[in-house]
């Protein structure tokens, strides 16, 4: 039996997906009932009066190449949060399955289990550990309900790489059981390669990739997912049709050309770079009790007094985010790095607040 056919939602499975108007862009369209002019001022490239492609293919496209993956691997979506969702929906029956994720890490998996009445399970991170993945805590915890497991890595809040062969051997022992799926959100920002290139060995893997942190398209909402033919397309059913507006496909699309995409490259570089310096300051203010390593753009640093060192962020005008009250990261803080004018500012603000 495939994959799909195993794990899926059957009600997914039997779906007539909707008949969305044909696709035909040499044709007039007189048949999707659209405005015939553009608003006054309209500049885009498809104009905004059309509606989008059904499926955003020509993005999916780029895309493709971008992660060097056929496109048949791969479905974008608003952000990688629709991916999040959209394995949810199409692989846990409400009230029966679950999912299992290893805290502390991004609240949106817990979130889309909770919306489709998917039971959440946990398996923590080894703090003691660096945070690393606790195998035997995951094994122990797995149940026959479990159809999603959610790997994040670099970890979101904790920076940490994941290591690679613990999920792999995962990913080999939940065969034809459970998809591991594994949230690269971060990857450009650290060294270890992307498990993309593990996907054939694993047809149970699924990869998640963002454009909102590297590539500086957050306020865009495009994400992919790559995984296995067959579970791109069961996706592809339930995914709304139009769901990728114009204007995001569009900036896109001319944010990877090539002269634009050699200037994020060096951005991500300074990022590391400023990620380095700023974690050798703040590890020096008396405030800090400790830096976390990180492989991201963030580094989770834990205060002797962390009420001390929001307030004293916002009053240098800063947001931080607040993981003091979590049960693994007490104390702790995630700040995100910044350009280095910024960092600046927030090490001066710190180094004034007193422990
Ligand atoms: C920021 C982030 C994402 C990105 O979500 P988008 O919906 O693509 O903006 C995904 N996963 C993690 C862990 C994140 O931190």
Redesign the pocket.
Known sequence: MSLVARLARPEIRALEPYAHAAWEPSFERLHANENPWRYPGDTSRAGLNRYPAPHPLELEARLATLYGVEKERLIA????????DLLTRAFCVPGRDAVLLCPP??G?YRVAARIQGAEVLEAPLARDQGFALDEESVTGALTPAVKLVFL?TP???TGNALDQAAIERLAGALTGRALVVV????TEFGSAPSLIGRLDAFPNLVV??????AYAL?GA???VLIAATEIVELLRRIIPPYGMPAPSSEAVLTALEAPRLATLRERIALLRRERARLAQALAALPIVRKVWPSE?NFLLTEFRDAARALEAARGAGFLLRDFSRGALTPGCLRISVGSPAQNDRLIAALTLAAP
């Open positions: 979506g608003r952000g990688s949060d629709e991916g999040i890490t991004f949106m994040c970890n979101n809040p949230d690269e959100a971060y998640l990739r963002t454009l909102s942190k957050a909402r495009c994400g991201a």
